[in-house]
C-alpha cells in the first residue's frame, strides 16, 4: 500500500521558519518527480513547489520563489519543504503528492495520481 505521509507542521510566528517533511513508503519513489500543494480555508488546492525524480530541478509558485526550498533524499524516501519568512497567508494545509512513474517536474495537480493526508501551517501576524 503506498503512502505518503507528511509531517513537521505547526504554529509560527510571522518571519519564521518550518519544514515539512513527506516519507512515503509501499514503493520506490526515487525516479518519479514529487511536488507540494496547499490549500486555505475556502480556497483552491493551489501548487507550491516540484522537484524531479533526479533532484536536479524544482520549480516554484511565484508567490513562494526565494522563500521555501523543495529537496529530496531518495535514500530515505524522503521529500521536504523548508519554509522561510513565512507570512500569515501562507497558512494552509499542507500536501505532499507524488506523480506515478514520470520523472518531470509539474505545478498540476491532476499529474500526481499519491497524496498525502496533509499537514497544517498556521502563520500568526
Known amino acids: 500500500q503506498v503512502q505518503l505521509v507528511e509531517s513537521g507542521g505547526g504554529l509560527v510566528q510571522t518571519g519564521g521558519s518550518l519544514r515539512l517533511s513527506c516519507a512515503t513508503s509501499?514503493?520506490?519513489?526515487?525516479?518519479?518527480?514529487m511536488g507540494w500543494f496547499r490549500q486555505a480555508p475556502g480556497k483552491g488546492r493551489e501548487f507550491v513547489a516540484s522537484i524531479s525524480g533526479s533532484g536536479l530541478n524544482t520549480y516554484y509558485s511565484a508567490s513562494v520563489k526565494g522563500r521555501f526550498t523543495i529537496s529530496r533524499d531518495n535514500a530515505k524516501n524522503t521529500v521536504y519543504l523548508q519554509m522561510n519568512s513565512l507570512k500569515p497567508e501562507d497558512t494552509a494545509v499542507y500536501y505532499c503528492a507524488a506523480r506515478r512513474v514520470s520523472s518531470t517536474w509539474s505545478s498540476h495537480a491532476d499529474a500526481y495520481v499519491y497524496w498525502g493526508q496533509g499537514t497544517q501551517v498556521t502563520v500568526s501576524s
Open positions: 509501499g514503493r520506490t519513489f526515487s525516479s518519479a518527480a
